[in-house]
């Protein structure tokens, strides 16, 4: 059974930095693309990129390019995503799901991240 | 690029069916055929219910079905049920080879 499990909810201070991790389990991890899902409260998904954990190639939404950092190590079968300096905008459940061709065909849990002062 | 355009809200009665349409462009939904939809429960994760255009996933229920012409997806269900309230979601590969969502649809079933 495929399986994303992902890090625990976090409260963060404007500024601060912050790396949530995504576990995959049941699958080869390295054969496809994983992906990270923003929603802010009360909102819609939104895309934010994708990276594939065999070569690290990764893929962000121009919303997002240089605003986050996708990342893996596959040798824990992990993907991240971080930020080196959060705001209160951050404020959102982020999911990562795993991409086969080009949907999203499992998802973890996702983890919220409360940024506030 | 900008997310695709749906209704925000679709209601319909116990049996009847209705429709969900997402409008893109030709860099997204009209350009290929990886148009996905999405249903998602209050504090829930995403579920997919149909890709590349019209797919059901195995244990999807045949209620749901999807069709796409020109840069317009549709989500048809069929036989509506109490369990069919939620929000949907449009989704569609791009031409920068990225991803975008539709704003949503939240469905009420009367």
Same mark, same amino acid.
């Given at each position: 059974?495929?399986?994303?499990?992902?890090?625990?909810?976090?409260?963060?201070?404007?500024?601060?930095?912050? +790396?949530?991790?995504? &576990? #995959? !389990?049941?699958?080869?991890?390295?054969?496809?693309?994983? #992906?990270?899902?923003?929603?802010?409260?009360?909102?819609?998904?939104?895309?934010?990129g994708?990276?594939?954990?065999? /070569?690290?190639? @990764?893929?962000?939404?121009p919303?997002?390019q240089g605003?986050?950092?996708?990342?893996? /190590?596959?040798?824990?079968?992990?993907?991240?995503?971080?930020?080196? !300096?959060?705001?209160?905008?951050?404020?959102?459940?982020? $999911?990562?799901?795993?991409?086969?061709?080009s949907? $999203? /065909?499992?998802?973890?849990?996702? @983890?919220?991240v409360?940024?506030?002062? | 690029?900008?997310a695709?355009?749906q209704?925000?809200?679709?209601?319909g009665s116990? #049996?009847?069916?209705? @429709?969900?349409?997402?409008?893109g462009?030709?860099?997204?939904?009209?350009?290929?055929?990886?148009?996905?939809?999405?249903?998602?429960?209050?504090? +829930?994760?995403?579920?997919?219910?149909?890709?590349d255009?019209?797919?059901?996933?195995?244990?999807?229920?045949?209620? $749901?079905?999807?069709?796409?012409?020109?840069?317009?997806?549709?989500?048809?269900i069929?036989g509506?049920?109490? &369990? /069919?309230?939620?929000?949907y979601?449009?989704s569609?590969?791009?031409?920068?080879?990225?991803?975008?969502?539709?704003g949503? @649809?939240?469905?009420?079933?009367?």
């Amino acid at each position: 059974e495929v399986q994303l499990v992902q890090s625990g909810a976090e409260v963060k201070k404007p500024g601060e930095s912050l +790396k949530i991790s995504c &576990e #995959g !389990s049941g699958y080869t991890f390295t054969t496809y693309w994983i #992906g990270w899902v923003r929603q802010m409260p009360g909102k819609g998904l939104e895309w934010m990129g994708v990276i594939y954990p065999g /070569d690290s190639d @990764t893929r962000y939404s121009p919303s997002f390019q240089g605003q986050v950092t996708i990342s893996v /190590d596959k040798s824990f079968n992990t993907a991240y995503l971080q930020w080196s !300096s959060l705001k209160a905008s951050d404020t959102a459940i982020y $999911f990562c799901a795993r991409r086969y061709n080009s949907h $999203f /065909d499992s998802w973890g849990q996702g @983890t919220l991240v409360t940024v506030s002062s | 690029q900008s997310a695709l355009t749906q209704p925000a809200s679709v209601s319909g009665s116990p #049996g009847q069916s209705i @429709t969900i349409s997402c409008t893109g462009t030709s860099s997204d939904v009209g350009g290929y055929n990886y148009v996905s939809w999405y249903q998602q429960h209050p504090g +829930k994760a995403p579920k997919l219910i149909i890709y590349d255009v019209s797919n059901r996933p195995s244990g999807v229920s045949n209620r $749901f079905s999807a069709s796409e012409s020109g840069n317009m997806a549709s989500l048809t269900i069929s036989g509506l049920q109490a &369990e /069919d309230e939620a929000d949907y979601y449009c989704s569609s590969y791009t031409s920068s080879s990225t991803g975008v969502f539709g704003g949503g @649809t939240k469905l009420t079933v009367l």
